[in-house]
């Protein structure tokens, strides 16, 4: 009796040992993986993916390593929580996530619920971090920023024109739009025409009479590259010459898919190409060889590991609120995207955008180049 009771004892040590070596850290990865932003939610879970490959490969964090759950959030609102509340029930720790703001904002309440920290790589909106929370974070800037950003252009590039304002009713968009009109409000100049559209819609005719009407020099745009593509293909079929401008939401090579050869002049704020840093070179080759460009969020998707696994090793844990109190310590975190130290909200402290236009390389195809 005595050596089976010591055995048992033995065995059932043996394994909480195993266990706790096997450990695994669960990470999150949520974004619109279908639909008609699915080229951002691929950015997400690729370059999530490769930073939790790149980590395990060199022993995880403190001898865990991370494992990935993923959850379809196909930007709609209602589907993010739902994500949200799978992540808690499977024990995930932390979350890379989500693309749209208007997602993000509700699935980060349910993180915060259930001690889960989210950092996002692609959600500008102002609310997402006014908001007070302990766990929420992002790796890209805010609309208030690029909104600033692109109203200076324009007050500079189109002084004494005409500027129209469309958005498309999203958190993002309309808020990235509201942010833009007050920039270039602010500098004297009013617009001609303020107009929200639907997303999904496919007919933009309407539209696009007012703004032939309304005799606009260029159109501020407020959304994703869907409906942005659309818009200017049907400008350019009804004769409008007036060049788009939008911000970060036109960030994939399918916009020019989208919308065609008159999407050439269209101009952009996004932040300095992160492909171009010497700090991401190598991984960028990596992604290359595996024929997936890491255009937009993928370096900031990796980045958003980079920072988790950083803070975790400074605070000698995985706990989230650790982790989240180590993030706004003032550490500065050495990413592929540059170094990175943030305040107090989860904000990143640089400013991080600039203004491109999107033209024709040297072998014809249609894609975003800063302007220096």
Not at 176 to 191: C, M, W
Not at 306 to 317: F, P, T, Y
């Amino acid at each position: 009796m005595r050596k089976s009771t010591t055995f048992a004892l033995a065995l059932g040590l043996g394994a909480l040992l195993a266990g706790t070596a096997n450990a695994q850290i669960k990470v999150g990865v949520g974004g619109p993986f279908t639909g008609p932003n699915a080229s951002f939610g691929a950015q997400i879970k690729n370059g999530t993916d490769q930073a939790i490959a790149d980590i395990n490969a060199k022993g995880g964090i403190m001898g865990q390593k991370l494992s990935a759950s993923y959850g379809d959030d196909a930007s709609d609102p209602k589907q993010g929580v739902s994500v949200a509340n799978k992540f808690a029930a499977d024990g995930v720790k932390f979350v890379v996530g989500h693309s749209n703001s208007d997602v993000t904002i509700p699935a980060s309440l349910v993180y915060q619920e259930n001690g889960i920290l989210d950092i996002t790589p692609a959600s500008t909106n102002p609310t997402l971090t006014e908001r007070g929370l302990w766990n929420v974070f992002r790796t890209c800037g805010r609309d208030d920023q690029q909104g600033a950003v692109a109203g200076q252009y324009l007050l500079k590039a189109y002084k004494g024109k005409k500027i129209a304002i469309v958005h498309d009713k999203t958190t993002y968009g309309k808020g990235l739009a509201d942010e833009a009109k007050k920039s270039i409000n602010k500098g004297g100049l009013k617009e001609v025409l303020y107009e929200g559209v639907n997303t999904g819609e496919k007919d933009y005719s309407a539209l696009v009479s007012k703004i032939k009407q309304s005799g606009a020099d260029l159109v501020f745009f407020g959304g994703l590259h869907t409906e942005g593509g659309l818009i200017v293909r049907q400008m350019r079929d009804q004769g409008v010459k007036a060049p788009l401008m939008a911000g970060d939401g036109l960030a994939s090579d399918e916009f020019a898919s989208v919308g065609g050869p008159g999407v050439e002049g269209t101009l952009m704020t996004f932040p300095p190409d992160p492909r171009n840093r010497p700090e991401a070179k190598a991984l960028v080759e990596k992604f290359r060889a595996k024929k997936f460009e890491p255009e937009a969020y993928t370096l900031y998707s990796y980045a958003a590991v980079e920072v988790i696994q950083q803070a975790a090793n400074a605070a000698k844990s995985v706990d989230p609120k650790k982790v989240a109190a180590q993030i706004t310590s003032g550490q500065k975190f050495k990413t592929v995207i540059g170094d990175l130290a943030y305040n107090k909200k989860g904000d990143i402290t640089r400013l991080d955008y600039v203004v491109y236009r999107w033209q024709k390389d040297d072998k014809g195809k249609i894609s975003y180049v800063e302007i220096k």
